[in-house]
């Protein structure tokens, strides 16, 4: 699985961006689905995940310091993930990466793309 992210960039403190991460090589519906960040000099953080949809409902998971602004979705048709982020800070400045598991291989996420940058001024 590659997974190739986009949608980073500029934008003012309050803005919003939407990244979104293809997937290629294989079809991703089964896989989970996430994005990570990381800031200079800090570990990297989960931001969401969010579980495949086959037969019905998917579930998300939101890192606390995004809950509320930031939603996670997905579609299979596009075998994409996309990441809405709203009400943005300066501290939502990172690198951001999306990755893909599959379920039966626990939770460590195999697969991931590039990295994204997104920048947030004050």
């Known amino acids: 699985v590659q997974l190739q992210a986009s949608g980073g960039g500029l934008v003012q403190a309050g803005g919003s961006l939407r990244l979104s991460c293809t997937a290629s090589?294989?079809?991703?519906?089964?896989?989970?689905l996430g994005w990570f960040r990381q800031a200079p000099g800090k570990e990297r953080e989960i931001v969401a995940t969010?579980?495949?949809?086959?037969?019905?409902?998917?579930?998300?998971n939101y890192a606390d310091y995004v809950k509320g602004r930031f939603t996670i979705s997905r579609d299979n048709a596009k075998n994409t993930v996309y990441l809405q982020m709203n009400s943005l800070k300066p501290e939502d400045t990172a690198v951001y990466y999306c990755?893909?598991?599959?379920?039966?291989?626990?939770?460590?996420?195999?697969?991931w793309g590039q990295g994204t940058q997104v920048t947030v001024s004050s």
């Open positions: 990755a893909a598991r599959q379920e039966s291989s626990g939770p460590t996420y195999v697969y």
């Open positions: 090589g294989r079809n991703v519906d089964s896989y989970f």
């Open positions: 969010v579980s495949s949809n086959i037969g019905g409902t998917s579930y998300t």
